[in-house]
């Protein structure tokens, strides 16, 4: 099982990016694949998720508006389009899978696989 995150940096408040989740090793429509981040001395928090399955969506409410989570099942990739960036965002941005036809919970003890991370630094 491998997931690979991708498309973090260094961009102003205001701005956007695109994170990318490449999964493999799994049957990814059995999956649903959560984003989260967490920044230095803090706790890993949950961003968004999302069912592989029927592509029914989680946000947190710090996001809501301004993030938007996709599956792209042909590509076994999910996306996290991350605009009106604040610097407040800034942290290090994981994904996750875990073995559900449901969306899971913002809660990481949920999820069974993750990737490296991929840094996300927003400067005011």
């Known amino acids: 099982v491998q997931l690979v995150e991708s498309g973090g940096g260094l961009v102003q408040a205001g701005g956007s990016l695109r994170l990318s989740c490449a999964a493999s090793?799994?049957?990814?429509?059995?999956?649903?694949i959560g984003w989260f981040r967490q920044a230095p001395g803090k706790e890993r928090e949950g961003v968004s998720c999302i069912s592989s399955s029927d592509g029914s969506t989680y946000y947190a409410d710090s996001v809501k508006g301004r993030f938007t989570i996709s599956s792209d099942n042909a590509k076994n990739t999910v996306y996290l389009q991350m605009n009106s960036l604040k610097p407040e965002d800034t942290a290090v941005y994981y994904c996750?899978?875990?073995?559900?036809?449901?969306?899971?919970?913002?809660?990481?003890?949920?999820?069974?696989?993750w990737g490296q991370g991929t840094q996300v630094t927003v400067s005011s």
């Open positions: 996750g899978a875990v073995l559900t036809k449901l969306v899971p919970g913002p809660s990481p003890y949920e999820y069974d696989y």
């Open positions: 090793g799994f049957t990814f429509d059995d999956y649903a």
